[in-house]
Every structure is written in C-alpha cells, then in structure tokens.
C-alpha cells in the first residue's frame, strides 16, 4: 500500500502565498505522476496540477501563473507553491499519486487525506 502525508495548509490573506508538500510511503516501487487536486464546499473536485516522473506539468487554467508544482523523486514528495492567492482558492487540498507496489505489481491511484486551504479576503 502506499500512504500519502500531506502539509501545509492553512489561513492566509489574499495576496498571500503557501506551500504544500505530499510525502508518499510505503511498499513504493515506482510512481508515475503526482498531483494536487482541490474540493470547495458544494462543488466537484477538481484538478489543479500534476506533474509527470519526466518533470512535465499541467495546471488548471485559473492556477497558471501562480501556482507551481514540483516534485523530489528521491524523496517521493511533491509540492506545490501556491502564490497570489485569492479568496475563491479556498479548498480543501488533496495529493493525488499513481504509483505501483511491490506487492501489487499494477498502477493504481492513491489520495491523501486533505489538507484546507483558507484565504482571507
């Protein structure tokens, strides 16, 4: 199994900036892609950025520009620095993983638990 750890959420002004971190472990033998997904109250979860093994990223329109995603393969963690940030980013947060196990041999998905993200306006 794999476990995902996030960190870094919290309440911060508009204009303001975090950082989250998602640390993956367990019985890992690779992981393709990571990523960050979000979900505000009453709406769908959505993408905000991924990030391939080869270091090719995607983000969602509204994050280009402000938010940067990034990865340390040697620590199976990814980040992502969140800049300018406006009131509607408030979410709660979650790391996203595709990654196969030893014991499983199969890619599967995994998710972290959330971490919320609140901006003050």
């Known amino acids: 199994q794999v476990q995902l750890v996030e960190s870094g959420g919290g309440l911060v002004q508009a204009g303001g900036s975090l950082r989250l971190s998602c640390a993956a472990s367990?019985?890992?033998?690779?992981?393709?892609?990571m990523g960050w997904y979000r979900q505000a109250p009453g709406k769908q979860r959505e993408l905000v950025a991924v990030?391939?093994?080869?270091?090719?990223?995607n983000y969602a329109d509204s994050m280009k520009g402000r938010f940067t995603i990034s990865r340390d393969n040697a620590k199976n963690t990814v980040y992502l620095q969140m800049n300018s940030l406006k009131p509607e980013d408030t979410a709660v947060y979650y790391c996203?993983?595709?990654?196969?196990?030893?014991?499983?041999?199969?890619?599967?998905?995994?998710w972290g638990q959330g971490t919320q993200v609140t901006v003050s306006s």
């Open positions: 996203n993983v595709l990654a196969k196990t030893w014991l499983l041999g199969d890619w599967r998905e995994y």
């Open positions: 990030i391939t093994s080869g270091g090719t990223t």
């Open positions: 367990g019985s890992i033998f690779s992981i393709n892609t």
